[in-house]
């Protein structure tokens, strides 16, 4: 099985020329706002996405948004590399996340609002930021391999109906293990290592279930990772008991408490309105 994962890993839709463009830029010592804002107005889609979540209530900006080169400068580089690879999935209509009870606009709304917790508690750490933002961003993306392997053995409902039995990421971790021998977040991992990512970014993905195992250098990552992920999912979770799980993720890795709540409190109020 892993095996096959490897392959499809190997096999992920390529990358697109405005992410490719994107990521040119970003990764150019020399690149500026206005050449990065210039690639984004030429694709509509990562346009329309970046403007829409920059006027939201999600990411809590105080001002109204009205350019490309405006949001560019407020979100940073790196969250910009996110919308892109977000448009960029949005626009793969052969992704099937059926087996995860997923569409791909429901998934890529999820996505967006992990980062978007990400991205307002750690707010003003760019050091983390750097890490985390993108990163945050792409830590379902293994979903779509391991989703496409029980679609082409004709287990998709089956596996459905299991993961909609799941009560917390614990119980849809032991799943994966026992249908595929790894992890939605390794195998995600796996796609941020082969697209030669930042070492520090699928090392946090790595070792998101387990971030005693991690390095020092990336393990407040991968429990940051752990926790808003355990706080927001593509699965539907008690949210008092995901709450409490997050918290405990918090509290073990002596990360920042009073910002984490102070974000939880503006963002289920804002997702109520």
Excluded at 33 to 60: F, H, Q, R, W
Excluded at 186 to 210: G, R, T
């Amino acid at each position: 099985m892993k095996d096959k994962i490897l392959e499809k890993v190997g096999a992920f839709p390529p990358l697109d020329d405005t992410v490719n463009k994107i990521m040119a830029v970003c990764n150019d010592p020399d690149g500026s706002v206005m050449e990065l804002a210039k690639v984004i107005e030429g694709d509509p889609m990562t346009t329309a996405n970046i403007l829409k979540a920059a006027n939201s209530p999600l990411y809590g900006f105080s001002r109204e948004i009205k350019s490309v080169a405006q949001a560019v400068s407020i979100f940073g580089m790196e969250t910009v590399k996110g919308f892109a690879f977000s448009s960029f999935l949005q626009k793969k209509p052969d992704l099937d996340l059926s087996p995860y009870g997923l569409d791909t606009n429901s998934f890529s709304k999820i996505t967006q609002e992990q980062n978007a917790f990400i991205s307002k508690w750690y707010r003003g750490k760019k050091k983390s930021l750097d890490v985390l933002s993108l990163t945050s961003f792409l830590m379902e993306i293994g979903k779509i391999v391991l989703a496409s392997i029980v679609i082409e053995h004709n287990k998709a409902d089956e596996f459905k109906s299991a993961v909609l039995k799941c009560k917390n990421l614990s119980e849809l971790k032991e799943l994966e293990d026992n249908v595929f021998g790894i992890t939605n977040e390794e195998v995600s991992a796996l796609i941020l290592e082969d697209w030669n990512f930042d070492p520090k970014m699928f090392n946090s993905l790595k070792y998101l279930n387990s971030p005693d195992l991690a390095d020092e250098d990336v393990r407040a990552y991968s429990a940051s990772l752990e926790a808003v992920k355990s706080l927001i999912t593509t699965i539907s979770f008690d949210r008092e008991e995901s709450l409490n799980i997050a918290l405990s993720i918090v509290e073990k890795y002596s990360l920042d408490k009073d910002k984490f709540n102070e974000v939880y409190e503006n963002h289920f109020q804002t997702e109520s309105v």
